[in-house]
């Protein structure tokens, strides 16, 4: 079992910058891709951001691609999603989330695909 925790949410005005921060325990000695989503109220969660286990590899929704960043520190079992030039359109709950994973380089899209998630931070960007 590995046990995700999220922080770093907020109210940030329009333009502002937030970073997230999703630190896992547990089994942390599996490999595991991390993936971040969000949910908006009365929409459907999803697709953010998500990183293989290495770090090596990334991919972005294109609604975030060159505002947000994801990262992660293996030796800190955290994620990360650096959030710059944020919009109202942004508030939301994230979420990250988890799957143990053989291959070091693959990352997943799908939310179904993951085996852990966190209980979410709410981000709320105000115009």
């Known amino acids: 079992q590995v046990q995700l925790v999220e922080s770093g949410g907020g109210l940030v005005q329009s333009g502002g910058s937030l970073r997230l921060s999703c630190a896992a325990s547990?089994?942390?000695?599996?490999?595991?891709?991390m993936g971040w989503f969000r949910q908006a109220p009365g929409k459907e969660r999803e697709f953010v951001a998500a990183?293989?286990?290495?770090?090596?590899?990334?991919h972005h929704a294109d609604s975030v691609k060159g505002r947000f960043t994801i990262s992660r520190d293996n030796a800190k079992n955290t994620g990360y999603l650096q959030m710059n030039s944020l919009k109202p359109e942004d508030t939301a709950v994230y979420y990250c989330?988890?799957?143990?994973?053989?291959?070091?380089?693959?990352?997943?899209?799908?939310?179904?695909?993951?085996?852990?998630w966190g209980q979410g931070t709410q981000v709320t960007v105000s115009s």
């Open positions: 989330a988890a799957k143990a994973t053989y291959y070091s380089g693959s990352y997943f899209l799908q939310a179904y695909q993951y085996d852990y």
């Open positions: 547990g089994r942390t000695g599996t490999s595991y891709a």
């Open positions: 990183i293989s286990w290495s770090g090596g590899n990334t």
